[in-house]
């Protein structure tokens, strides 16, 4: 696609129930990130895809987080057991990831997935 | 590990040019970003500096210094639409492209 499309926008979950969020990065990008943003604060990383490479996902902050990605394609983040602690604005974002190339490093963002947890 | 300061926030006026000032240690570096993000908005991509120096786009400059481990976003010529949060951001390098953040500076461009 054009850019990167996150879906849903907006998810309103009670506390204790799983959720879902699909990132469907630009046709081509070989790299993936997931970041997590609290209200007025800066963005955390959550997990890095690069191609078929084993993904880094050292900013996941437990194991209730988890994320997938098919091939050099789409990506699911997932939460188990919702706590009001991981409301958020969780942003996607994918880069050419050619090495050597210089805009191969440049993220571009989708708009978000907004989760609210009651 | 990765450390990444910047000022929360800075006040300047239109017409104006203001310095946003960005300092930053990390284990490996393979790269320094600015980042742009309007409020409840996707970060947009400003510039990339890898070597030293000064790089110009239009209104806005960035420069970077390796070795003082210190880059600065110039903006000239501000203008409301400037308002926003300019993210510093640096790649670990060293095998894995983690880009980390700063927290962000909030400008707020005054008439």
């Known amino acids: 696609g054009a850019g990167v499309s996150q879906s849903p926008s907006n998810k309103v979950t009670e506390k204790g129930k799983d959720v879902e969020l699909r990132c469907d990065p630009i046709?081509?990008?070989?790299?993936l990130y997931w970041y997590r943003q609290r209200l007025g604060q800066g963005l955390e990383f959550l997990i890095y895809?690069?191609?078929?490479?084993?993904?880094?996902k050292s900013g996941l902050p437990s194991d209730r987080f988890s994320a997938e990605r098919t091939g050099e394609s789409v990506s699911t983040l997932t939460i188990q057991r919702t706590q009001q602690e991981d409301s958020a604005v969780y942003l996607c974002?994918?880069?050419?990831?050619?090495?050597?190339?210089?805009?191969?490093?440049?993220?571009?963002f989708g708009a978000g997935s907004r989760l609210t947890v009651l | 590990g990765q450390n990444i300061d910047q000022p929360t926030e800075m006040t300047a006026t239109e017409g104006a040019i203001v310095q946003i000032n960005c300092t930053y240690q990390t284990s490996g570096f393979n790269g320094l970003f600015w980042y742009q993000q309007h409020a409840g908005e996707a970060p947009t991509f400003l510039s990339y500096n890898v070597l030293d120096g000064l790089e110009e786009k239009g209104r806005f400059s960035s420069f970077l210094s390796r070795s003082k481990g210190y880059s600065y976003l110039l903006l000239k010529e501000l203008q409301m639409k400037d308002s926003a949060s300019y993210l510093c951001a640096a790649f670990s390098g060293a095998g894995s492209y983690q880009l980390t953040f700063g927290k962000g500076t909030k400008l707020s461009v005054i008439p």
């Open positions: 046709s081509g990008h070989t790299a």
């Open positions: 974002a994918s880069s050419p990831g050619l090495a050597g190339a210089r805009g191969a490093n440049v993220l571009t």
């Open positions: 895809f690069q191609g078929n490479s084993a993904p880094d």
